[in-house]
């Protein structure tokens, strides 16, 4: 098993506790709101919405899969910082055991937010991810991202 890694950082006008409840504790209700072509439901099947909790992603008909399930494995509202996993989906493709997603919000010098996100891909044998396949990721990452931000500037009283 291997693990790649890779960080994107992306900034907003939105203050950092906006965007944070609105992509972490309010995105099982907005995503599918915002986005439904890319994301269908989202549903917990196990747990109460803290770390642990398991729920699953159905996709929509826009994308190239049919759903995924995430495991919650930290949330801090304090320091604006989530933790999750994608443990099983048409997704990882048989060739990743997990891929884990470190967030953080910060604030930025002009009120808005730098939004750092790690993402480490666990690999299952000998199998090496590629640059277009990363590069897939992030940017099907960004586009959500940047979907959340419009909705948001339209929307002032949003979250």
Do not use: R, W
Request: proline letters at 5%; glycine letters at 8%.
């Amino acid at each position: 098993m291997g693990v790649v890694s890779y960080e994107l950082i992306v900034t907003s006008p939105i203050p950092p506790a906006k965007l944070y409840k609105a992509l972490v504790l309010d995105s099982d209700i907005l995503l599918p709101k915002i986005v439904p072509q890319a994301i269908k439901s989202v549903e917990i099947l196990e747990g109460d919405g803290g770390p642990g909790t398991v729920k699953k992603v159905t996709f929509g008909e826009g994308s190239q899969f049919k759903y995924s399930k995430h495991k919650i494995e930290a949330i801090d509202k304090k320091n604006l910082k989530f933790s999750h996993s994608v443990i099983e989906g048409d997704m990882l493709m048989n060739v990743i055991e997990k891929i884990t997603y470190y967030i953080k919000f910060q604030q930025s010098p002009d009120g808005g937010c730098i939004c750092k996100e790690s993402s480490n891909y666990h690999t299952i044998g000998d199998f090496k991810l590629n640059k277009d396949q990363l590069k897939a990721g992030k940017e099907k990452a960004l586009g959500m991202f940047k979907a959340v931000e419009a909705y948001l500037l339209a929307n002032p009283d949003a979250c």
